[in-house]
């Protein structure tokens, strides 16, 4: 089953409540995926910096692993534990050194995303218990998305969670299941993209993530997908700047769309955006079957 | 969660003479739908309004009696089904299935309805303002449904009987695997579904059709003779070897 969730602002002034907003949103989704939850949130870039979200077992000692860092002499700008997640931001000229340094101090800690502004959480369990440990609601964020999951076939682990990011700033989660996977992981895999996991989802990341690296927009990326990505889904996309949802053409899995001046908003189901402000004066709509929606922030 | 399970002794707050308050915030769709199911053949309370459904699903499902029920926003999933005598009005969009397997007496939806609208319905009246998403009238068994928008692919799919009048255009596949069942469409249609075809419209078609019109109240604004009609092509009613690339 699973539920679906993705809010774009455009309204600067929401931005301080984007947290408690995605919160909400995810929790009423409860019931459509109870297994785990994820979320990606796009908050504040700094200028030359890059933010790795890590991942490591419960218990770990970030502080002390920024410490570590420091100690080889790199740039720990900051380093924000959050429960199994910390975000790390590092000087972008160091970030591949980070990288090595932390595989050997820290072996045990996963980079699981990497942004300017995007940040990525999920974790096995309930979803207000996940948006819980992570403190979702007092994040600020410009857009974001979040999956709960109802596992069908695969088992309930974090990695098996969404969303899955594949690319630098650019996430997805999806409700669904493909067909094709199999095939386009391996032709994926001969342009060396490289998967963390056996997930369907992950190869559409990885699908949207190549198009977008050979230079196509985030709408032709989402209408090529169109052709190639075989199967059920609804997905929802997040890259910097952008926010794009796709349905298949046979348009099974749930999708309602929200927009006012101030935000456009996504969910599985209507419930998702009851509680959005002047929801009432909203343009409520189903996407339509295999089109290509996608709305871009001005910087 | 948002549903509120406060206990509240008289939910049901008179304001008019006639008409009854249930509002979802201070209730469950359990407790409504129980009330109306409880309600006796000869009840006064025959007028309901439904505030803040908040796209809450199931409501107003299984109702059996003459009775009036307004909600006064979008629904979820399953709103009105089953539906027996009862006229139930959504003031907004309803989400999967609204009036699924509806029996008698009328639904009307103000709004937009998601996939599957009126799904197996036997009898009765759907009336839809604005447009319809996939699989409108699947399996359709007797319903009339009147969507005064437009209705999205595999509409009237394996629909059986009744009538699928659309003011606007349809998706793909309108009518695939149809066996019987009539479908008017003012607009245009994207592709016909196996073994469905357009059929001549002929004076009893157009009687029919006023019908549907005068029963969703746009008999005068909308000529009959706008139409095309749709139906089954009765090729695929029994499998045979040499359709079997049709099926």
Known sequence: MCGIVGLFLKAPRLEPEFGALLANMLETMTDRGPDSAGFAVYGSPQAHAIKLTLRAPVGTDFIAIATSLKDAGLEVREMIPRDTHAVLTVSKNEQSKVVEVLARVAPEVKVVGTGHRMEIYKEVGLPADVARRFSLKEMKGTHGIGHTRMATESAVTTAGAHPFTTGVDQCLVHNGSLSNHCGLRRQLGLKGISFATQNDTEVAAAYISNRLSEGDTLGQALEAGLGDLDGFYTFVVGTESGFGVLRDPIACKPAVMAETDDYVAFGSEYRVLVDLPDIEKAHVWEPKPAHAYFWQRGN | ?247
């Open chain 2, 1 to 247: 969660m948002q549903s509120s399970l406060a206990v509240a002794p008289n939910r049901a707050e008179s304001t008019l003479d006639s008409e009854r308050v249930f509002d979802l915030r201070t209730s469950t769709v359990r407790e409504l739908n129980q009330k109306l199911h409880s309600l006796s053949e000869d009840t006064n309370e025959k007028f309901w309004r439904v505030e803040n459904p908040r796209g809450r699903h199931a409501i107003a499902v299984g109702l059996d009696l003459p009775i009036s029920v307004t909600i006064n926003g979008h629904v979820g999933y399953y709103c009105a089904g089953m539906n027996k005598r009862a006229d139930v009005t959504v003031q907004g969009n309803a989400g999967v299935g609204v009036a699924e397997n509806i029996v008698s007496g009328r639904v009307h939806v103000r709004g937009d309805v998601s996939q599957s609208a009126g799904a197996t319905g036997i009898g009765g009246n759907l009336i839809i303002d604005g447009n319809a998403s996939a699989r409108c009238g699947i399996s359709m068994k007797g319903v009339n449904i009147l969507v005064k928008g437009s209705v999205g692919h595999m509409s009237a799919f394996m629909a059986q009987a009744g009538t699928l009048t659309v003011l606007g255009d349809a998706g793909e596949a309108l009518g695939d695997s149809i066996y019987e069942a009539r479908l008017y469409v003012r607009g245009s249609v994207a592709s016909l579904g196996a073994d469905c075809m357009e059929k001549e419209m002929r004076d009893e078609h157009k009687a029919q059709l006023f019908k549907e019109l005068e029963s969703a109240g746009i008999a005068g604004e909308v000529d009959v003779s706008s139409f095309r009609r749709y139906g089954s092509a009765r090729q695929l009613y029994h499998f045979h070897i040499d359709n079997i690339s049709s099926y």
